[in-house]
């Protein structure tokens, strides 16, 4: 039996059904990723577990006990927010020690814990501070001692990242990945950045249209994309559009080229319709050895992203992105310059 | 342009100030010979001065702490989890701006005189609290409006949200989260709310209780100098109280902007 479970979760908000038939088991201590667009039902899945929202249909469990009904003061979760939500007319050590005082804990106890909190997110020294005398990585680095001090059976992270700028994004995502395996709290993390949820989770689920797309850790998610729209969701892909011309010898048309993709094509038949999926790591500019296909075109666009080229090849009607390193002895291709590109049939991910 | 705008200036500083400089003026001119403070000191001797003054400012204590139990939820609850009964609840707040306060009073006599089925009247308490209830409606447009507006600086939703998960109930989150951080709007609606009742004479002189108001209106009817000095003073009493208002919000260690 699961720590905690999601089981037939459903959530309508009037005529619209925005969670559908949701199952999911997190074992204990795991970090767990709801990854998806913006309306896909994370939120609100999340906000079910912590009590905010009340299922339509279906039943949570924590630790084989069911909580569907109890209020969210009673469920013993804790929760970080996208907005800090710190109390703003309480200083860091109140608000740490704030989930402690609720419960009657004794001022001695709550001293002893916000010291150990503090101690944790490396903040010992601004106790005495109002939220609005710090930054936005320190404010919710509190938010997360705030939600761990009561030591609550399950962390909720709901996309407590997104109001950050990129560098204290980064380090705060390590931070929080290491105070998890820490305590080995079972963590559920709500967010729209792929980056973020291949990073640090165990698991993701990532969802689309109120359903669970695929759950998988996050390398079978980025390899082995079990739909379309996660294939284009994590990551970046390229799509292109293809005929199978041989089924048997595995051979498709793209533009005016053919590749083959033998053992792919099973159940396809000539003349069927093929998107072939590639990641832009798995296509090379040239010829390179293990890479047997090769698919001819022109330098469409050349993007200087720093330490990385990114170059879009067309290929008829088609286009592809590829992620070149830049080197400074040699500069990076022309726009307009005839190129072949090559990338192994193993890397493709066929979609029907 | 710039003469026109200082000439503005000057023209509404001289069409508020040339008034009160003449009010008090004259308050100070009760002997021939010179300035002197007799008539303050005539008013502030007078037995009835003070105990009309102590009976409007417990009413007015009362009518703020009601009016804060009445509006403080109210708010909250309407900012979160029912906006869209706000402009009913905004229009209602305004009416005592529309209705005047006799025909409210009024319609407080004849509901509960001594021959109803409510016979408040009957009682001075029972009057009294006739008078705080009726001193809490003239106050909730200023009031009503005062606290919503702080409530408009905070995410109500999310600190609610945050103090929910954290284990606390309704109770802990309205009077430990969300009325610290709506003080200084409260204060200021509290403030207005004093100044209000402490001038307010057709309430008490309808209920025919012995309030600040009515007393002025007395001391007006048959003195001369006497009622110019209570006028200074009870403008002295509200600017006193838009200080309070401006000292709070300085003094709130929490609100102080980054600097």
């Not at chain 1, 970080?80 to 020690?97: D, H, W």
Request: proline share 5%; hydrophobic share 45%.
């Amino acid at each position: 039996m699961a720590f905690l479970e999601l089981k037939g979760l459903q959530k309508d908000f009037g005529p619209l059904r925005v969670v559908k038939d949701f199952n999911l088991d997190i074992e204990q201590g795991e970090f767990v990723s709801f990854l998806g667009p913006s309306g896909c039902g994370k939120t609100t899945v999340l906000r079910m577990v912590a009590g905010f929202e009340e299922p339509s249909a279906g039943s949570i469990s924590v630790g084989g006990k069911e909580v569907t009904r109890l209020k969210t003061s009673q469920r013993d979760m804790g929760m970080v927010f996208q907005a800090y939500a710190l109390f703003p007319n309480m200083t860091v050590a109140q608000n740490i020690g704030f989930g402690l005082k609720v419960r009657g804990a004794s001022s001695s106890e709550i001293s002893a814990r916000v010291t150990e909190m503090l101690k944790l997110i490396q903040l010992d020294q601004l106790a005495d501070r109002y939220p609005y005398q710090m930054s936005g990585g320190q404010q919710q680095r509190v938010a997360l001692a705030r939600a761990l001090a009561p030591q609550p059976k399950v962390l909720l992270l709901d996309e407590p990242l997104s109001a950050l700028d990129a560098k204290v994004r980064v380090s705060l995502r390590d931070e929080i990945r290491a105070i998890q395996k820490r305590l080995g709290i079972t963590t559920i993390f709500v967010t729209h950045d792929q980056e973020e949820a291949l990073s640090i989770s165990d698991r993701v689920i990532v969802m689309y249209q109120g359903k669970a797309e695929q759950v998988g850790t996050p390398f079978e998610i980025y390899n082995r994309p079990a739909t379309k729209f996660v294939a284009n969701f994590v990551g970046t892909l390229n799509t292109l559009e293809g005929t199978v011309t041989d089924p048997s010898a595995g051979t498709v048309r793209v533009g005016t080229g053919e590749v083959v993709l033998k053992g792919k094509l099973n159940g396809s038949k000539a003349g069927d319709p093929v998107s072939l999926a590639l990641r832009p790591e798995a296509i090379s500019l040239g010829r390179q050895p293990g890479r047997d296909a090769m698919l001819g075109g022109e330098i469409a666009e050349v993007s200087f992203l720093g330490s990385v080229i990114r170059v879009r090849v067309g290929l008829g009607q088609e286009s592809v992105s590829l992620d070149t390193f830049n080197s400074p002895a040699s500069p990076p291709p022309a726009v307009g310059d005839k190129a072949e590109i090559s990338f192994s049939p193993e890397d493709v991910l066929v979609l029907h | 342009m710039k003469v026109f705008a200082w000439g503005a200036f000057l023209f509404g500083c001289l069409f508020f100030a040339l008034p009160l400089l003449g009010l008090t003026e004259f308050s100070l001119s009760m002997r021939r010979e010179g300035y002197t403070f007799d008539a303050y000191r005539v008013v502030l001797a007078d037995p009835q001065f003070r105990s009309t003054f102590l009976y409007s400012v417990t009413a007015a204590i009362a009518t703020i702490v009601v009016g804060i139990l009445i509006v403080v939820p109210t708010a909250y609850w309407i900012r979160l989890r029912m906006p869209w009964l706000r402009p009913i609840v905004e229009f209602i707040t305004l009416m005592p701006l529309v209705i005047p306060a006799i025909v409210i009073v009024f319609g407080y006599i004849r509901l509960y005189n001594t021959s109803s089925i409510l016979p408040l009247m009957g009682t001075t308490a029972g009057t009294t609290l006739l008078l705080i209830c009726g001193f809490t409606v003239l106050s909730l447009p200023y009031m009503y409006r005062a606290v919503d507006t702080g409530m408009r600086t905070i995410d109500v939703g999310t600190l609610t949200e945050a103090a929910q998960s954290l284990g606390a109930g309704w109770f802990t989150i309205l009077f430990r989260i969300i009325l610290p951080n709506v003080l200084v709007a409260v204060l200021s609606g509290a403030f207005l709310t004093f100044a209000i009742v402490i001038g307010e004479f057709v309430f008490p002189a309808l209920l025919n209780l012995p309030a600040f108001g009515p007393y002025m209106q007395i001391v007006g009817a048959n003195k001369a100098y006497e009622p110019m000095a209570l006028a200074v003073i009870a403008f002295g009493i509200t600017w006193g109280c838009m200080g309070l208002i401006q000292l709070v919000t300085r003094l709130q260690k929490h609100t102080q902007v980054k600097r």
